[in-house]
């Protein structure tokens, strides 16, 4: 049976595997079809799928009458209805990371739902970024390691979109980008995992390493994202594109088209590296946090990133001043003396009038250059 890509497909089995005309495919036979699923095909031009016969679970929003605008109770708990968002009012513009915290979840679900991102509500966030990340080196304070995932899928995503939108931010001024440019590279950051949002609660809340059909079904995220960022105002259509890119890798190896990286956008590129740095900087439930300088070599060091962003970042470090504190896991510290300047990742290091070998301490957590009053 073929039907048209709607809510009439939620509940019902795929008789046939959903494929592009490459090849690729976008979902198998036999999977039955979630709420989710709908944005995911129409994200990729899907208009009909093969069905079997029998319905199977009826979709919640036409079950017993019950109204369309009515939450759909799951499982896993309420779920408000995809085609009418909750209103809230519109958040003050926040003032330290708790509020901003708080302000960016109630964004990513609402948009999630189907509401208009809220710009305004985000460029007030980023606006209050700028001055504070004004200088070159704002990129290297800002990859925080965060030892402890949180338990909270929701707070995750929340504060893992904070890091990406601030450390896109930061790479973008590194780069000469004119602050309109930062702008929308920041709400690019900001945005880029809004489709984690529109994928089943078990996959945000799995435990350790995905199977391959998992893995598969977490990939759709950046077409259920883009599918809700595309054509909305006040974000250039690059920053939308992030949602769908931002896996892309220079060297071809990402998703979920495998492009090369003339092919990607210089503000994709930026998000990518962002994305990766804070992922790298935070525990997940199948890994701990990497150590800020297992982050930072491996970005350096790998073709997957932009050569010109790796290059930047690599000169920022070079004139990282002396004074800066580098900050180790086991909570000791140590001054900088000296960034090799061939090897701008061998430094000089200085812990109560002994030099430390950076080699033989690889669990760095932060490096926080002396402000602009005191370096």
Excluded: C
């Amino acid at each position: 049976m073929r039907l048209v890509v709607g809510p009439e497909i939620v509940g019902r089995v795929l008789a046939r595997p959903v494929e592009l005309p490459d090849g690729g495919r976008l979902l198998s036979a036999g999977r039955r079809l979630e709420e989710s699923d709908v944005a995911y095909l129409r994200a990729f031009g899907v208009t009909a799928v093969e069905v079997d016969e029998e319905p199977g679970a009826a979709p919640a929003r036409a079950a017993a009458g019950r109204p369309a605008s009515a939450s759909v109770r799951t499982a896993e708990g309420v779920r408000p209805p995809a085609d009418r968002p909750p209103e809230t009012p519109r958040p003050p513009a926040p003032a330290h990371e708790g509020a901003w915290r708080a302000a960016v979840e109630g964004a990513l679900r609402r948009t999630a739902l189907g509401a208009p991102p809220p710009i305004a509500d985000l460029r007030a966030i980023v606006r209050s970024w700028f001055a504070e990340d004004a200088r070159p080196t704002a990129w290297v304070r800002l990859v925080r390691v965060r030892p402890e995932a949180a338990e909270d899928p929701a707070e995750r995503l929340a504060v893992h979109a904070l890091s990406v939108g601030r450390l896109a931010a930061a790479l973008a001024r590194l780069l000469g980008l004119a602050d309109g440019e930062v702008m929308q590279v920041a709400l690019a950051g900001l945005l880029a995992d809004v489709g984690m949002w529109r994928l089943p609660p078990r996959l945000l809340r799995h435990p350790g390493v995905y199977a391959p059909e998992e893995r598969r079904d977490m990939e759709r995220h950046t077409a259920l994202g883009y599918e809700r960022l595309k054509g909305r105002l006040g974000l250039s259509p690059e920053a939308a594109l992030a949602a769908l890119l931002h896996h892309e890798r220079m060297n071809g190896s990402g998703y979920p088209s495998g492009l090369p990286g003339e092919r990607i956008p210089l503000l994709v590129r930026i998000v990518a590296a962002a994305d990766s740095l804070a992922a790298g900087a935070s525990a997940r439930p199948y890994r701990p946090a990497k150590s800020w300088w297992t982050i930072v070599s491996e970005i350096a060091a790998s073709a997957a990133y932009d050569l010109a962003l790796r290059q930047a970042m690599l000169e920022s470090i070079r004139r990282l001043p002396a004074g800066t504190t580098v900050r180790f896991a086991d909570g000791r510290s140590a001054r900088l003396l000296r960034v090799d300047a061939a090897r701008p990742l061998l430094w000089e290091l200085e812990a109560d009038g002994a030099l430390l070998p950076l080699s033989a301490l690889p669990d760095v957590v932060a490096v926080d250059p002396p402000d602009e009053a005191g370096g």
